[in-house]
């Protein structure tokens, strides 16, 4: 299994970012796909998710302003992150499975993640 992400980067509050994730090495189109986030010096927060057909939950903190997607032709799962915000500020992780986790035992596979910083 392997999970590659990118497109992070530094952007100024208010901007937007599109993360992608490249996934292979298991059946990708028939598997939930997340996205979770670190912030510094807290806890692994779960994003948002991707059902195998295609629906999608949010938590919260992003809903409204962050999308998950996917290609499953493609094996790609991509996050468009609209209005961010200073406290966006993580490493996202694209992550098989865990709706919701906070643990990094809840997913069973994650990537090596993605630095996004928001900051003027």
């Known amino acids: 299994v392997q999970l590659v992400e990118s497109g992070g980067g530094l952007v100024q509050p208010g901007g937007s970012l599109r993360l992608s994730c490249a996934a292979s090495?298991?059946?990708?189109?028939?598997?939930?796909m997340s996205w979770a986030r670190q912030a510094p010096g807290k806890g692994l927060e779960w994003v948002s998710g991707s059902y195998s057909d295609g629906s999608t939950v949010s938590a919260d903190s992003v809903k409204g302003r962050f999308t998950i997607s996917r290609d499953n032709a493609k094996n790609m799962v991509y996050l468009q992150m609209n209005s961010l915000k200073p406290e966006d500020t993580a490493v996202y992780y694209c992550?098989?499975?865990?709706?919701?986790?906070?643990?990094?035992?809840?997913?069973?596979?994650w990537g090596q993640g993605t630095q996004v910083t928001v900051s003027s």
């Open positions: 090495g298991f059946m990708f189109s028939g598997s939930a």
């Open positions: 992550a098989i499975g865990g709706f919701g986790g906070s643990s990094w035992s809840d997913y069973d596979y």
